[in-house]
């Protein structure tokens, strides 16, 4: 029997179709789930000067923006939405060496394109510096220094799973 179909096509060649759609239809679902991340993300943290957002909005944001691209994403791609998240399905031997290397590719795209979206529809006074976490210059308490919120980070971070 030949690798051929009744419609004159060749086994291989379907095969490859295949295989090259539901690559690319995973790859296009981790770029737009990071690019919708970020964008919304991001966009719910700027500086509006009639209504700053509350730590609450900015919360509720990104967790719907989470279950959104995560919805959406899910059937074709998992929804890693983050390299990190890759990077464990990685370690954990979920997916291959080159699939997360294509995924981080495609996040690291859909994270760029979803700033600079973001970075065109704001008006310029209102971007400044696109939602970038600053500290005080000065607190009541204790001077802070730059890179306090990331000290702060590193010693409340545990070392090793809480599970």
């Known amino acids: 029997?030949?690798?051929?179909d009744p419609g004159g096509c060749g086994w291989a060649n379907v095969l490859a179709c295949r295989l090259w759609k539901a690559i690319s239809r995973a790859l296009f679902a981790e770029f737009l789930a990071t690019?919708?991340?970020?964008?919304?993300?991001?966009g719910s943290v700027m500086r509006w000067p009639t209504a700053l957002?509350?730590?609450?909005?900015i919360a509720i944001t990104f967790n719907l923006v989470t279950a959104m691209a995560v919805q959406v994403t899910?059937?074709?791609s998992g929804a890693h939405a983050n390299p990190a998240v890759t990077l464990a399905f990685l370690v954990g031997s979920h997916i291959s060496l080159p699939r997360a290397v294509a995924y981080v590719a495609a996040q690291l795209?859909?994270?760029?394109?979803?700033?600079?979206?973001?970075?065109?529809v704001m008006p310029g006074d209102i971007r400044e510096t696109l939602g970038i976490n600053v500290t005080p210059p000065t607190s009541s308490a204790l001077q802070?220094?730059?890179?306090?919120?990331?000290?702060?980070?590193?010693?409340?971070?545990?070392?090793?799973?809480i599970s």
């Open 35 to 42: 690019g919708l991340y970020v964008f919304f993300g991001v």
């Open 53 to 57: 957002p509350s730590v609450l909005q």
């Open 144 to 161: 802070l220094l730059p890179s306090s919120s990331l000290h702060l980070k590193a010693c409340l971070t545990p070392p090793f799973p």
């Open 1 to 4: 029997m030949d690798a051929v």
């Open 109 to 120: 795209v859909g994270a760029t394109v979803g700033a600079a979206l973001l970075y065109g």
């Open 74 to 76: 899910w059937k074709a």
